[in-house]
C-alpha cells in the first residue's frame, strides 16, 4: 500500500432515495471542505441499499448511484484529489465485510439501533440488515482509514467498527487500524421540515413532499417546502427563550450556507417574523442549489467523462483495498 502523506478519511452515502440538503450540510460539504486536509477515500454505498431488497427496484438504483457520484463532484469533492468510487465496484468490500462477520458476535449486531428500528420485529428481515454494521466496517479498515466524518446519531456504527477491528486483531494479529470519528460542530444533523425532531431522511422525503429539499429540487419546490416548514406558535423569533425545534433547524441551514454562527443570527433574525427568516433560508438555499445543479447538468451531460471518472475512481480504490485484502485473508490463513 502507498504510504500515507496525509490522514486518512473514509465515508460514503448509501444509495438510496434522493440526496437532501441535510446531506450536503451534514457531509458532502464537510468532506469537500476537508479535500487538502485529509486524503479522502468517499464512496457510494450501493451495497448497503440491498440490505431491505423490497426496497430496491434494480434500474432505478443503477440510476441512483451514478446521480449520486455526479452530485458528489457538483457539490465540489475534486476526483483528482479525492478517490471517489462505487462501493460494488470494489468487490474488496464484500470479502472483507465477510471474514469481518465471522468475528463479530451475534450479540453485537443484535444492539444496534438501525437493525431494532428496521428488522428486529420483522420475520422476514434479511441477514444482510443484520451484518450491515460488519460490511460497513470493511468499508473502513479495508483503507487503514484514520478518521471517519459521522452525525452524532451515527457513533454507535464508529465504535462497533472500532470493537470489531480490535477482535480481528486479537485473533489474528494486528492488522487493522482502530479508526477515530470525526463530528461537525454545527449541522451534523438537519432535521426534517415537516417534523423537526426527527432527522432528514431520503426514505421519508419521498413518502411525504416537503419533509426534505433534494439537491436537485426546483427553486419553486425549495421554496414551498421552507415556507411550510414546521415552527411554532409564537410570532417572532426570540432568542430570549429556548428556540423550537424548527425554528433553530431552520437557523442552523442558514448558518450552515452562509458561513455565520448563532451570535450572527441572533443580530440578524432576533424580532424578525417567521416569514422573514424562512424567506432568507430560502434565498440562501436556492443560491447554492442552482451552483450544484449547475455543475451537475455539465457532470451528467458528458456520459463518456463520466463512465470515465467512475472507472478511475474504482481502479485507485481497488489498488489500495486489494493490499488491505490480503493481508488480512493471510492473517487468517486464507492465503498461501
Known amino acids: 500500500m502507498n504510504p ?55 434500474a432505478e438504483l443503477r440510476s441512483r448511484v451514478e446521480d449520486i457520484f455526479a452530485l458528489y463532484i457538483a457539490c465540489g469533492i475534486d476526483p483528482k484529489r479525492t478517490t471517489l468510487f462505487v462501493q460494488s465496484e470494489v468487490p ?12 463479530t458476535p451475534v450479540s453485537w449486531l443484535e444492539r444496534m ?18 451484518c450491515y454494521p460488519a460490511l460497513q466496517a470493511a468499508d473502513i479498515v479495508l483503507y487503514d482509514a484514520d478518521v471517519v466524518p459521522v452525525g452524532d446519531d ?9 470493537e470489531i477491528a480490535r477482535r480481528f486483531n486479537a485473533l489474528f494479529g494486528d492488522t487493522l487500524t482502530i479508526p477515530d470519528q470525526m463530528i461537525r460542530s454545527s449541522g451534523s444533523r438537519i432535521m426534517g421540515l415537516d417534523q423537526p425532531t426527527a432527522k ?68 440578524t433574525f432576533d424580532g424578525a417574523g417567521y416569514g422573514t427568516l424562512k ?3 430560502v434565498e440562501v438555499v436556492n443560491d447554492k442549489l442552482a451552483d450544484i445543479q449547475a455543475r451537475y447538468a455539465e457532470i451528467t451531460g458528458d456520459r463518456r467523462e463520466l463512465t470515465r471518472l467512475l472507472d478511475t475512481g ?22 498461501r
Open 154 to 162: 451515527q457513533l454507535q456504527h464508529i465504535e462497533i467498527t472500532r
Open 200 to 267: 432528514m431522511s431520503k426514505s421519508l422525503a419521498e413518502q411525504r413532499p416537503g419533509h426534505a429539499i433534494g439537491l436537485l429540487d426546483s427553486s419553486d419546490a425549495v421554496r414551498k417546502a421552507i415556507m411550510r416548514a414546521v415552527t411554532d406558535s409564537r410570532p417572532a423569533v426570540d432568542f430570549a427563550t429556548d428556540l423550537a425545534p424548527g425554528v433553530d433547524n431552520l437557523l442552523v441551514i442558514y448558518e450552515a450556507l452562509t458561513g455565520g454562527d448563532r451570535a450572527t443570527s441572533a443580530t
Open 113 to 130: 439501533t438501525q437493525y431494532k428500528a428496521k428488522g428486529a420485529d420483522k420475520v422476514s428481515a434479511g441477514a444482510g440488515l443484520l
Open 4 to 58: 500515507k502523506t496525509k490522514r486518512r478519511v473514509v465515508s460514503g452515502i448509501q444509495a438510496s432515495g434522493r440526496l437532501h440538503i441535510g446531506n450536503y450540510i451534514g457531509a458532502i460539504s464537510l468532506w469537500a471542505d476537508n479535500q487538502d486536509q485529509f486524503e479522502n477515500f468517499l464512496f457510494v454505498a450501493d451495497l448497503h441499499a440491498l440490505t431491505v431488497p423490497e426496497d430496491v427496484r434494480p
Open 279 to 281: 424567506k432568507a433560508v
Open 314 to 335: 474504482s481502479e485507485h480504490a481497488r489498488a489500495l483495498a486489494g493490499n488491505k485484502l490480503a493481508q488480512c485473508r493471510r492473517a487468517t490463513g486464507l492465503r
Open 92 to 103: 474488496e468490500h464484500a470479502e472483507l465485510g465477510w471474514l469481518l462477520t465471522c468475528v
